[in-house]
T-cell receptor, first 113, second 112 residues
Framework: QQQVKQSPQSLIVQKGGISIINCAYENTAFDYFPWYQQFPGKGPALLIAIRPDVSEKKEGRFTISFNKSAKQFSLHIMDSQPGDSATYFCAARKGNYGQNFVFGPGTRLSVLP | KAGVTQTPRYLIKTRGQQVTLSCSPISGHRSVSWYQQTPGQGLQFLFEYFSETQRNKGNFPGRFSGRQFSNSRSEMNVSTLELGDSALYLC???????????FGPGTRLTVL
């Protein structure tokens, strides 16, 4: 119940294409869902986050879609660029405070020039 | 503003030894969290400290411990090292513990 499942494990997209990464969870107590981007040799960095009272959130080329009834959320990267090549993690947290996140296993994205 | 710093960046130890990792949060941040990252288990939450008190703890054995000092700097300690403890240990800080957390570059621990 504490798990967050993430797919695909790896993704190859052409420059300008749309990258889509999906996550699913079981614990309905989760109420905050961030996405992190990690480059080799660096720590993860927050990309965008959503709460379950919103079905979609967009920031620039990055959009989170959230389906509360299906307990699924996804990251869409529009107009994907080679600089977006990184590992992406979805995560979930229950409660209003604390940093005790549960992370998905990660998706390695490669954007071909 | 300087980011989260972690020392050392790389560490090699042998089984049975103990190790202490250090994390300096962003100035003004009072919450420090620690994570273990491995290829097999991914990113796993270890514990969180806020104002020198452990606020949350992940599902790790008692060999993993931590503390936070009055200046918000934090250390984590792993005793009786096992081969499976080889991982990237990440520290993250946030202002009050509910907002965005900023990760450091990590300490790469190798246990031989």
């Amino acid at each position: 119940q504490q798990q967050v499942k993430q797919s695909p494990q790896s993704l190859i997209v052409q420059k300008g294409g749309i990258s889509i990464i999906n996550c699913a969870y079981e614990n309905t107590a989760f109420d905050y869902f961030p996405w992190y981007q990690q480059f080799p040799g660096k720590g993860p960095a927050l990309l965008i986050a959503i709460r379950p009272d919103v079905s979609e959130k967009k920031e620039g080329r990055f959009t989170i879609s959230f389906n509360k009834s299906a307990k699924q959320f996804s990251l869409h990267i529009m107009d994907s660029q080679p600089g977006d090549s990184a590992t992406y993690f979805c995560a979930a947290r229950k409660g209003n405070y604390g940093q005790n996140f549960v992370f998905g296993p990660g998706t390695r994205l490669s954007v071909l020039p | 503003k300087a980011g989260v710093t972690q020392t050392p960046r790389y560490l090699i130890k042998t089984r049975g030894q103990q190790v202490t990792l250090s994390c300096s949060p962003i100035s003004g941040h009072r919450s420090v969290s620690w994570y273990q990252q491995t290829p097999g288990q991914g990113l796993q939450f270890l514990f969180e400290y806020f104002s020198e008190t452990q606020r949350n703890k992940g599902n790790f054995p008692g060999r993993f411990s931590g503390r936070q000092f009055s200046n918000s700097r934090s250390e984590m300690n792993v005793s009786t090292l096992e081969l499976g403890d080889s991982a990237l240990y990440l520290c993250a800080s946030s202002l009050v513990g509910a907002g965005e957390q900023f990760f450091g570059p990590g300490t790469r621990l190798t246990v031989l």
